[in-house]
């Protein structure tokens, strides 16, 4: 911290310190005029490539686990791919806090890189897989080495001016948003692509491997993290050949007790926010697809898979478009907090309406379903994109890349729950449609919505505090 402030010290002066890219960055910040279009773009294809990747698998994933022979009944496929999914969210969950420190210590820009070439190597190992446990270990070796996330918010708020923070950081959740809705319809487009035929029959890989990814998706967005300009301030060893090295030690010694992450409250509160709206969007994303593909008499929608695809698909286009354009002037004029807090509220009769929709039909059924799920997301990515700003004010530049790592440690532990719990309350929900309290469905949406109601009385004072 103390070599942070020495460096915006020594800019305000209009001074530069040799060696540290960070000033570079900085300075090239204050004199920006209008939207930086090129570094809010750089961080949307980085982050859009790793979501892609990310998701690619669950069109053919059950498929894979068939094949690899492991459920000795189909209906033990899913409980085998619930591992395979988790997988990468507990490695994610283990790793995100170092490498959110290797980020403050070392800079972003490495960070960054490692992760794009970790989902390169480590998704097309996954698609080469020959059992169930290589891919159990690639998932989540690409969990672990993928550390971007938290430092991509990081360089997202350091490299534009503070009135455009909520651009940059809306582009991270609107990619990642759009990456996981496009993610699995492009998984299943590529899967059923033998890209290199013969390689596979002269390697005897597999009996079927038209489904497996052999290339990852994103790979040629992934090139756009070389276009980065590192963020970080000076290291101490480029502040000594500048300073005499008593002062940072009585700069340090002031600002000592701002170290500890987790007695910073305005961080810790809005991580725990975000984990638990993450976990009611989690579950919810587990649920609406066994929702609407599950048969009338069990009160679903009988939706085929490519009709679920087309609604999903929809929602990713209005969701880009409205977090582009709409977001950033709502947060300007109400705040993160408030934004949060509303949008929130407004999920949970939007939420409730999903039952009713379930009695309509026909090109009725489709117009409202496809209103309702596209309000949804846009609702959720909105409310974590408010929680990503009070994240990254919370904290100074120094301890950014730990902080966003320690949300992305919390948060992954959630999510890894949310799938395997909304997929358990869901199967729950089925064995009861002639309950007289809350019969079917109607169950799953109020436990969604008791989740959704936590969170939003979270965003109230005394618990969530704005720095």
Same mark, same amino acid.
């Not at 990814?213 to 000076?234: R, V």
């Not at 309406?353 to 909105?382: E, F, Q």
């Given at each position: 911290?103390?070599?942070?402030?020495?460096?915006?010290?020594?800019?305000?002066?209009?001074?530069?310190?040799?060696?540290?890219?960070?000033?570079?960055?900085?300075?090239?910040? #204050?004199? !920006?005029?209008?939207?930086?279009?090129? #570094?809010?773009? %750089?961080?949307?294809?980085?982050?859009?490539?790793?979501?892609?990747?990310?998701? &690619?698998?669950?069109?053919?994933?059950?498929?894979?686990?068939?094949?690899?022979?492991?459920?000795?009944?189909?209906?033990?496929?899913?409980?085998?791919?619930? *591992?395979?999914?988790?997988?990468?969210?507990?490695?994610?969950?283990?790793?995100?806090?170092?490498?959110?420190?290797?980020?403050?210590?070392?800079?972003?820009?490495?960070?960054?890189?490692?992760?794009?070439? /970790?989902?390169?190597?480590?998704?097309?190992?996954?698609?080469?897989?020959? =059992?169930?446990?290589?891919?159990?270990?690639?998932?989540?070796?690409?969990?672990?080495?993928?550390?971007?996330?938290?430092?991509?918010?990081?360089?997202?708020?350091?490299?534009?001016?503070?009135?455009?923070?909520?651009?940059?950081?809306?582009?991270?959740?609107?990619?990642?948003?759009?990456?996981?809705?496009?993610?699995?319809?492009?998984?299943? @487009?590529?899967?059923?692509?033998?890209? *290199?035929?013969?390689?596979?029959? =002269?390697?005897?890989?597999?009996?079927?491997?038209?489904?497996?990814?052999?290339?990852?998706?994103?790979?040629?967005?992934?090139?756009?993290?070389?276009?980065?300009?590192?963020?970080?301030?000076?290291?101490?060893?480029?502040?000594?050949?500048?300073?005499?090295?008593?002062?940072?030690?009585?700069?340090?010694? =002031?600002?000592?007790?701002?170290?500890?992450?987790?007695?910073?409250?305005?961080?810790?509160? &809005?991580?725990?926010?975000?984990?638990?709206? /993450?976990?009611?969007?989690?579950?919810?994303?587990?649920? *609406?697809?066994?929702?609407?593909?599950?048969?009338?008499?069990?009160?679903?929608?009988?939706?085929?898979? $490519?009709?679920?695809?087309?609604?999903?698909?929809?929602?990713?286009?209005?969701?880009?478009? @409205? #977090?582009?354009?709409?977001?950033?002037?709502?947060?300007?004029?109400?705040?993160?907090?408030?934004? /949060?807090?509303?949008?929130?509220?407004?999920?949970?009769?939007?939420?409730?309406?999903?039952?009713?929709?379930?009695?309509? &039909?026909?090109?009725?059924? /489709?117009?409202?379903? =496809?209103?309702?799920?596209?309000?949804?997301?846009?609702?959720?990515?909105?409310?974590?994109?408010?929680?990503?700003?009070? !994240?990254?004010?919370?904290?100074?530049?120094? #301890?950014?890349?730990?902080?966003?790592?320690?949300?992305?440690?919390?948060?992954?532990?959630?999510?890894?729950?949310?799938?395997?719990?909304?997929?358990?309350?869901?199967?729950?929900? $089925?064995?009861?449609?002639?309950?007289?309290?809350?019969?079917?469905?109607?169950?799953?949406?109020?436990?969604?919505?008791?989740?959704?109601?936590?969170?939003?009385?979270? %965003? *109230?004072?005394?618990?969530?505090? $704005?720095?």
């Amino acid at each position: 911290m103390a070599a942070v402030e020495y460096a915006e010290s020594l800019l305000q002066k209009d001074e530069y310190v040799q060696g540290c890219p960070g000033c570079a960055v900085d300075r090239r910040k #204050q004199l !920006q005029r209008g939207l930086p279009l090129k #570094q809010i773009l %750089t961080v949307w294809m980085i982050v859009l490539a790793t979501a892609l990747t990310i998701a &690619s698998l669950y069109p053919f994933l059950y498929f894979m686990i068939r094949d690899f022979g492991v459920a000795d009944r189909e209906e033990d496929i899913g409980y085998y791919a619930g *591992f395979v999914g988790s997988s990468f969210m507990i490695g994610r969950a283990v790793s995100s806090t170092l490498w959110g420190v290797i980020a403050d210590r070392y800079g972003r820009k490495p960070v960054i890189i490692i992760g794009c070439a /970790s989902v390169v190597v480590f998704n097309t190992l996954f698609g080469l897989s020959v =059992n169930f446990g290589m891919a159990i270990i690639t998932r989540f070796l690409l969990g672990s080495m993928n550390g971007l996330l938290g430092p991509i918010k990081a360089y997202a708020c350091e490299t534009v001016r503070d009135e455009y923070q909520s651009y940059g950081l809306s582009a991270v959740s609107t990619a990642w948003g759009t990456g996981l809705v496009i993610g699995p319809a492009l998984g299943g @487009f590529l899967a059923q692509i033998p890209i *290199f035929p013969a390689l596979s029959d =002269n390697l005897s890989i597999c009996g079927s491997c038209n489904y497996r990814l052999f290339l990852d998706p994103g790979t040629f967005l992934h090139l756009s993290c070389y276009l980065l300009l590192e963020s970080l301030m000076c290291s101490y060893d480029a502040l000594e050949a500048a300073t005499e090295q008593s002062d940072i030690k009585e700069m340090e010694e =002031n600002k000592a007790s701002k170290k500890s992450l987790f007695k910073n409250w305005p961080l810790m509160s &809005s991580i725990i926010v975000y984990s638990t709206f /993450s976990l009611h969007d989690m579950a919810y994303s587990e649920i *609406f697809s066994l929702w609407a593909e599950s048969p009338r008499r069990l009160g679903g929608l009988g939706y085929s898979t $490519e009709d679920v695809g087309s609604v999903l698909s929809v929602s990713g286009l209005g969701l880009l478009i @409205f #977090q582009s354009s709409l977001y950033p002037i709502m947060e300007k004029l109400l705040g993160p907090i408030m934004i /949060s807090r509303v949008l929130g509220i407004v999920s949970i009769p939007l939420l409730t309406s999903y039952h009713y929709i379930a009695m309509l &039909s026909g090109i009725t059924l /489709s117009i409202v379903l =496809n209103i309702a799920s596209l309000l949804k997301n846009v609702l959720s990515i909105s409310i974590v994109t408010g929680l990503f700003i009070l !994240q990254n004010r919370a904290v100074d530049q120094d #301890q950014r890349g730990a902080a966003n790592g320690l949300a992305m440690t919390f948060v992954s532990l959630f999510k890894a729950v949310g799938p395997l719990g909304g997929g358990a309350l869901f199967s729950w929900a $089925e064995t009861r449609l002639g309950a007289d309290f809350l019969p079917g469905d109607q169950m799953v949406f109020f436990i969604l919505n008791i989740i959704e109601a936590i969170a939003v009385l979270m %965003t *109230f004072k005394p618990f969530l505090v $704005e720095r």
